[in-house]
């Protein structure tokens, strides 16, 4: 079975510090995606990045960068030079890529809120 | 513009009523999910179809039923078998693959009064 973990529940920082969401994740399949998303107070989910298990290159976007780890089983995600936008509640999620049971099912992390100060 | 609608975006039910939250995507995706939001439990699974009058339980089916008579539409019905019902419950579809990614709409919040 899928599991994601998220550890930190709840994360406050000051503006313009840079911050570390993790995410670790447990899958049988060779063939997996992981997944961030952003969801502010309004609810709605806001993809942030896909990243396929064959691909373990680190991404940057912006202020945005992911460390992508197979052997660790992580997928973390890094804010540089944090803004009060940036407060949100983040989701880790994983899907394995066809076939079995959990054809194209998502299994999300608990999420951890993120709070910027001003 | 391609999308998820979810309505009503807030519902109050009384105990003991059946009430449906509506979900239409007009992306032609195949795949279509049911979760539901708690604090702190992050997202989890209700029901997912992946075809046309077809759908499989998931981590928590238990208390709710679904339908999956067109393509475009996706409801779930919370039943009065639903112990907690209070929730946020997202929507989303996908064209079955992982690597097409997945679409969500806005939600609805339900409020058990």
């Known amino acids: 079975a899928q599991k994601v973990t998220q550890a930190q529940t709840e994360i406050s920082v000051v503006e313009k510090e840079d911050v570390t969401l993790d995410c670790v994740y447990e899958t049988r399949d060779t063939t997996y995606y992981l997944f961030w998303y952003k969801q502010p107070p309004s609810g709605e989910l806001v993809f942030l990045i896909r990243?396929?298990?064959?691909?373990?290159q680190n991404e940057i976007s912006g202020r945005y960068s992911w460390n992508f780890q197979k052997s660790t089983s992580s997928f973390n995600f890094t804010i540089t030079a944090s803004q009060v936008v940036d407060s949100a509640v983040y989701f880790c999620a994983l899907s394995e890529a066809a076939g079995g049971t959990s054809y194209g099912k998502l299994t999300f992390g608990q999420g951890t809120i993120l709070t910027v100060h001003p | 513009d391609g999308g998820i609608t979810q309505s009503p975006k807030y519902l109050f039910r009384k105990e003991g009523q059946n009430v449906t939250l509506s979900c239409e995507q007009n992306?032609?995706?195949?795949?279509m999910y049911w979760y539901r939001q708690d604090p702190g439990q992050g997202l989890r699974l209700i029901y997912y179809?992946?075809?046309?009058?077809?759908?499989q339980k998931g981590d928590i089916a238990e208390g709710y039923s679904v339908s999956r008579e067109k393509k475009e539409s996706f409801p779930l019905t919370v039943t009065s078998a639903q112990k907690n019902p209070t929730a946020f419950y997202l929507c989303a579809s996908s064209m079955g693959r992982a690597s097409r990614g997945y679409t969500f709409g806005s939600g609805t919040r339900l409020t058990v009064v």
């Open positions: 990243r396929n298990s064959f691909d373990e």
């Open positions: 992306l032609n995706h195949d795949a």
């Open positions: 179809s992946q075809i046309v009058n077809d759908f």
